[in-house]
């Protein structure tokens, strides 16, 4: 039901942009978010993004990643930026409404 794109390799200090769609006709009162499971390390939640558009963040990203959504287009997007080493791992979407899941995409931050 969740179908992620973007992702990719960039250099430490660069952007990406990771973009998660829904079919689901109750995007626009569900609750994602967006996790992450670094090498060696437990599926962590980085972001959140609540129908009223309200949005928390994991301390380790704060200032540098952005969470927002289109409900009209169904998606919800990450925008990460200045990433570092320790930022690359498989980033995951999640209706926590629905409980769905996305397929994961993995992120590469290396010189």
């Known amino acids: 039901q969740l179908v992620q794109s973007g992702g990719g390799s960039v250099q430490p200090g660069g952007s990406l942009r990771l973009s998660c769609t829904t079919s689901?006709?109750?995007?626009?009162?569900?609750?994602m978010e967006w996790y992450r499971q670094t090498p060696g390390n437990k599926r962590e939640l980085v972001a959140s993004?609540?129908?009223?558009?309200?949005?928390t963040y994991a301390d380790f990203v704060k200032g540098r990643f952005t969470i927002s959504r289109d409900n009209v287009a169904k998606t919800v997007y990450l925008q990460l930026g200045s990433l570092k080493p320790e930022d690359t791992g498989v980033y995951y979407c999640?209706?926590?409404?629905?409980?769905?899941w996305g397929q994961g995409t993995q992120v590469t931050v290396s010189s």
């Open positions: 999640r209706n926590w409404n629905a409980g769905d």
């Open positions: 993004i609540t129908s009223e558009g309200i949005i």
């Open positions: 689901r006709a109750t995007f626009s009162v569900n609750r």
